[in-house]
């Protein structure tokens, strides 16, 4: 997918996924349309739709280009997105999802325009009405993701390491962006904006909807960065919210593998008291 650069390049290539979204894909392109269009280009790839998505996004047919067309989910239709990019960063959106007014003009002033760079911003979670968004390093990645709607990736990335990974349903994006930080070769720039408003989708929430991922990511971890990022990996996967509760008071690692081994624990310890009273009546 090597492009060279020509005069009229655009500086983000915009890639929307959608499929039955309804009414909340119009709030999406009103913000994408609402920037720089001299910015910009918009693909929107959609996975032949049945509702009113279509009608929604065919208002603004002259200003972007449409793909719509059965898929295997929302990391077939980046990749074919990815396919048709022309920009010189990449950015990914989802329906519903907005970007803040003039954010594009804003972070066009960050890029390096020849430097293989992730960079990446602060994004609203909409739902739990709370801010996200800091520097992050590679361990960071062993229990936690960046916000894909604040992240812009310089289109060499996925001539380096690949577009996203197939197997992983819901979290293809945490293992690419992994990747990208562990990757000597590819820059990471964090950059203190407002980028956009993320609606949280409710799968995307849940480790256990990408089974393919939560097996192989912490193996993963274990060859790049140890048995202590694995540790704590494998706590993230088996029980979330003792990690996040731990982790968030700061007791180390001792508490980050006691949240790991409680949940492993559990049945066997059940079986023992059920064992142990079945043997008691008997008596």
């Known amino acids: 997918m090597a492009l060279s650069e020509t005069v009229n390049q655009k500086m983000f290539s915009i890639i929307m996924a959608t499929y039955n979204c309804g009414q909340k894909v119009e709030n999406t392109l009103q913000s994408i349309f609402s920037q720089n269009k001299e910015l910009f280009e918009l693909i929107v790839i959609d996975s032949a739709s049945t509702d009113n998505t279509l009608d929604c996004i065919k208002k603004y047919e002259s200003d972007l280009t449409l793909v719509s067309e059965k898929d295997d989910g929302i990391y077939y239709a980046f990749n074919k997105g990815i396919d048709l990019a022309t920009g010189k960063y990449i950015y990914f959106i989802g329906a519903g999802d907005c970007l803040q007014p003039g954010v ?25 009405k709370g801010f996200d968004g800091r520097k992050f390093s590679s361990s960071d990645f062993t229990w936690t993701n960046i916000c894909h709607q604040g992240e812009f990736y310089h289109r060499s990335i996925f ?12 979290f293809a994006d945490w293992m690419l962006n992994f ?13 203190p904006l407002y980028i956009a408003d993320y609606q949280e989708d409710g799968l995307s929430c849940d480790i256990n909807t990408d089974p393919a991922f939560k097996k192989d990511f912490p193996r993963f971890v274990k060859k790049e960065l140890g048995i202590k990022a694995f540790i704590i990996c494998k706590a993230k996967m088996t029980n979330p919210d003792a990690l996040y509760f731990t982790h968030g008071l700061g007791y180390g690692l ?17 079986s023992y008291r059920s064992l142990k009273k079945t043997i008691t009546n008997s008596k």
Do not use: Q, S, W
């Not at 001539?159 to 819901?170: N, S």
């Not at 990747?179 to 950059?191: P, Q, S």
């Not at 001792?254 to 059940?270: C, H, N, T």
């Open 104 to 128: 594009l003009d804003r972070v066009k002033e960050f890029l390096p325009l020849e430097t293989p760079t992730l960079v990446y911003g602060n994004c609203y979670f909409v739902k739990r």
């Open 254 to 270: 001792f508490y980050e593998l006691l949240g790991y081994l409680i949940p492993i624990a559990r049945p066997f310890v059940r």
């Open 159 to 170: 001539d380096i390491i690949g577009k996203y990974d197939l197997r992983y349903k819901i």
């Open 179 to 191: 990747k990208c930080f562990l990757h000597r070769g590819i820059n990471d720039v964090y950059i």
